[in-house]
């Protein structure tokens, strides 16, 4: 099928855009497809214990691997953003799919080698790099999808990052126990062989699911908006405009800054509790009546993990009424009386630690959906993919403070299995301190001056002619989808209930 070039529109991106008619509600599962499964990244307190036994090392020793993930994801998310932009959502997802397994594969190898090296290289290197292009490929897409909502639109994205562990979370935990039936114990520890076998398997599973999402992606021809949509409802505060900031020069601002340290702030807070989730609930009640098992524990991480998605979706969703600025002052103010509460009574009964860790945790994440939505209303929608890359070096920089507050205080306090919960209250009265920055931050921001608006000229979806029923008039493309989208949600809806029918049931034994 010949083709015809659409006018500011590399070859690549011209491939994948959607022709008139295109049912935009087949993008959010291709966007799921790919956050579901890098989503993983939150379970991998499920097998840490494993990974302690099976290399002899600390704590920290292997919670570097995760911290060396979350670094890669922010600095590919910098470095490849403009490239989503500029060559479309698809050649990203399929190298964040290629990346994401082959961490796995690596890591496995290293595992069964006994060379920690090799997971650092593997999950954390190559792995994290996965992440961070997988992290931002839709987000950008998803805005211009869906103009009229851009909190509900970023919601949807990075909602499924949030859930990914809630699928992952009972999925490694039935798999461990698969492989090594000594797991399903309360020492939670499962053989290196098992973990191994656990890593390849997933490495499989999330490179099938990771295509599909690729393959359904479209982006909008230049010009399209919704049927109705009027751009003047989106402005809804002063820090709101309806012009636009290139990725070079909106480094270049306060504004940004200000954002980056509110959210490195709200990710350090929030990444510590869910790095250490399952240990962390069975030292807060060791040796009471109401200790947690490994099992139980498995099933509180999915709890987070829900309450992690919930927040993504929720919250981001909220601010479309309430603005972005408002959410965040609430993720920050009310977490750090959250964190007082967690450090001076959490260990009092597990359906207050339970309650407050799930709050803080939808914060962490409602503000991790909500930045992009808050990017485009500082800077405009022309290159919002290649600044929100880069405003993701944030938690690169909280995956490596989070962690390593948790791990380097709990390291001084004794050994992993023996802690109890005044071990923790030094590292979240730090991080109480850290959220007081992050607040600060929030109030500076303000709109951004004038003299940093690119020419409309410049932007591609300036000018295109518009068909009444609100679609982008623009040339026959290429390899356009036929795929309905209720399939598209059955496919990445069916795993993610299970995941929350399992959360549920793993929820109960917290409290039996």
């Not at 291709?30 to 579901?36: C, D, S, T």
């Not at 922010?74 to 964040?96: C, E, H, N, Q, W």
């Not at 920690?116 to 292009?133: A, K, Q, T």
């Not at 795993?495 to 409290?511: D, E, M």
Request: with cysteine; net charge positive.
């Amino acid at each position: 099928m010949s083709t015809t070039t659409i006018a500011g529109r590399s070859a690549a991106l011209q491939a994948i855009t959607a022709k008139p008619g295109f049912n935009r509600w087949l993008i959010p599962p291709a966007a799921l497809a790919v956050h579901l499964c890098i989503g993983q990244a939150y379970a991998t307190s499920v097998y840490k214990a494993s990974l302690v036994e099976h290399f002899d090392a600390s704590l920290t020793a292997v919670g570097i691997i995760f911290s060396i993930a979350i670094v890669m994801l922010g600095l590919s998310a910098a470095i490849f953003g403009t490239s989503v932009d500029k060559y479309g959502p698809r050649r990203a997802m399929i190298a964040a799919a290629l990346c994401w397994a082959v961490g796995f594969f690596v890591g496995a190898l290293g595992i069964g080698t006994g060379q920690l090296w090799l997971v650092y290289l593997g999950y954390g290197v190559i792995g994290g790099i996965g992440l961070g292009i997988g992290y931002i490929s839709p987000v950008s897409t998803l805005i211009k999808w869906f103009p009229d909502r851009p909190g509900l639109a970023t919601g949807m994205a990075i909602m499924g990052f949030g859930g990914g562990a809630m699928i992952a979370s009972p999925l490694s935990s039935w798999l461990l126990g698969v492989y090594d039936s000594g797991f399903a114990t309360n020492s939670g520890v499962a053989t290196g062989d098992a973990v191994m076998k656990l890593f390849l398997t997933l490495g499989v599973v999330y490179l099938v699911v990771m295509l599909f999402g690729a393959w359904i992606v479209r982006v909008p021809a230049p010009g399209w908006t919704p049927k109705g949509f009027d751009p003047a409802a989106v402005k809804t505060s002063a820090i709101v405009t309806d012009a636009n900031v290139s990725a070079n020069q909106a480094i270049r601002t306060p504004q940004f800054w200000l954002l980056w340290i509110a959210l490195f702030c709200n990710v350090t807070a929030g990444i510590g509790i869910l790095e250490q989730a399952a240990p962390m609930i069975q030292d807060f009640f060791r040796d009471s009546p109401m200790a947690v098992g490994a099992t139980a524990a498995a099933g509180f991480v999915g709890v987070l993990s829900l309450c992690n998605m919930a927040g993504r979706f929720g919250w981001s969703s909220v601010s479309d009424y309430i603005g972005r600025k408002n959410v965040y002052y609430l993720f920050l103010a009310v977490g750090i009386v959250l964190f007082l509460l967690l450090a001076f009574t959490g260990g009092s009964a597990v359906w207050l630690f339970i309650i407050v860790t799930g709050i803080l945790i939808s914060f962490y994440g409602g503000g991790f959906a909500t930045a992009p939505a808050y990017l485009r209303d500082l800077f405009g929608t022309y290159q919002v993919g290649a600044i929100h890359g880069r405003l993701l070096t944030a938690w690169s920089a909280a995956g490596i403070a989070g962690p390593l507050i948790i791990n380097g205080v709990l390291d001084t306090q004794g050994e992993p299995g023996t802690l109890h919960a005044a071990a923790y209250q030094p590292a979240l009265l730090t991080m109480v301190g850290i959220l007081v920055v992050g607040l600060i931050g929030n109030v500076l921001i303000r709109s951004v001056n004038s003299r940093h608006h690119v020419d409309p000229s410049r932007v591609p979806s300036a000018a295109s002619t518009k068909r009444e029923d609100g679609s982008g008039h623009h040339a026959k493309v290429a390899g356009d989808v036929h795929f309905p989208s209720w399939l598209a949600w059955l496919i990445v809806g069916v795993p993610l209930t299970i995941g929350i029918l399992l959360t549920f049931v793993n929820a109960l034994k917290l409290f039996s």
